[in-house]
C-alpha cells in the first residue's frame, strides 16, 4: 500500500513538473511569434513609407505645384507633412499599419531636377 502511495505521488509530481515547463515553452513560443510578427509588420510599414516618399518625389518632380497631404497605396495609406516647401524641401512622411508607425524625413532642392540632400527614417 505505502508503494503504491509513493508511485502515485511520484507520477503526481512529474506529471507537475512536465505540465510547468510545457505551459512555460508554449509562453515563450507565444512570446516569440509576436516579437516576429511585429518585426515583419515594421518591415512592411518602413517599405511602405520609403515607397510614399519616392512617389512623393515622382509627384514633385512632375509638378512643381504638388501639395498632397497624403497618398493612397495597395499597402496603406501616408501622410505628407511639410515644415518646409519650396526650393529646399523637407517633408516629414508617415507610414503605418496595424502594428507599426514609420517615418522618414527627406530633405531636397528642387531645380530641373530632384536632388535628395537628406533621407532619414525617424
Known sequence: MKHGFVAISTVLVLMAVMMSAVVAITYLSVG?????LVQVKGEESLG???GCTEDLL??????PGFAGTSLSRPEGVCTFVYNSPGPNWDVMVSGNNSLSLRKVRVQFTRGNNVAVSKWQEE
Open 32 to 36: 516569440e511569434l509576436q516579437t516576429g
Open 48 to 50: 511602405l513609407v520609403e
Open 58 to 63: 515622382q509627384k514633385i518632380h512632375d509638378n
